[in-house]
């Protein structure tokens, strides 16, 4: 199924958002969640485009230089999470958000898992992703591009525990492809575009 022509107004949302932003940007040589970008840096616009979506809590898990990333999370309705063994993986990162879910009093029905390297992540996409999984019936919500599903991608709580089982090697996109015949699909072209080198940051630069 696809998201074509669906427009439903997006009731009071119980949806949580959980930004990886705790990779070490190795191919990158910089972090590239400080990247200068529309004004910030590419995690201030995924802070922002989260905090303007039907999402809450809005929780950042960091990791690998986690002390000089911190500075750039000066919202102060955003939840640092760090997550010690971020070299482990995006598996170990997830664990830790949901993890840390638990913490809150009011039960969360759901979770956006998103990352910071996606320059054209909007509230728009994110909004779309809580709309599609309170209209379709279906327990996981993914992106759709580049003929491939993958985040940012909205899961039930019933999937909690097996995000938070991930092996080391795996990402959300494993859970996706694990139960296909739960996910709804929302068409998003421009999440193919990521960036993870100096070339990918150039090009990104050439189209703004």
């Known amino acids: 199924m696809t998201i074509a022509n669906l427009q439903v107004e997006t009731a009071e949302s119980n ?3 959980i930004i990886l932003a705790a990779g070490a940007s190795t191919r990158m040589g910089t972090p590239k969640q400080l990247l200068p970008y529309q004004g910030g840096s590419l995690l201030h616009h995924t802070i922002e485009s989260a905090i303007a979506s039907v999402c809450k809590p809005v929780i950042v898990v960091l990791g690998a230089n986690a002390q000089h990333i911190r500075s750039e999370v000066t919202q ?18 997830i664990r830790s958000g949901i993890l840390s879910l638990s913490t809150y009093s009011k039960s969360v029905d759901a979770v956006v898992i998103a990352v910071c390297d996606q320059p054209f992540l909007s509230s728009e996409i994110i909004n779309l992703l809580v709309e599609a999984y309170h209209s379709s019936g279906k327990a996981i919500v993914a992106s759709q591009y580049a003929e491939t599903l993958g985040v940012p991608a909205l899961f039930s709580h019933i999937f909690f525990s097996e995000l938070a089982a991930l092996g080391e090697t795996v990402g959300a996109k494993h859970l996706i492809n694990r139960h296909l015949n739960e996910v709804f699909c929302v068409p998003f072209p421009l999440g193919a575009v990521d960036i993870d080198t100096p070339k990918d940051y150039e090009q990104l630069q050439a189209t703004i």
């Not at 102060?76 to 999470?81: E, K, T």
């Open 15 to 17: 949806v949580a958002i």
């Open 76 to 93: 102060p309705s955003v939840q640092v999470v760090e997550n010690p063994q971020w070299n482990l993986g995006m598996s170990a990162s």
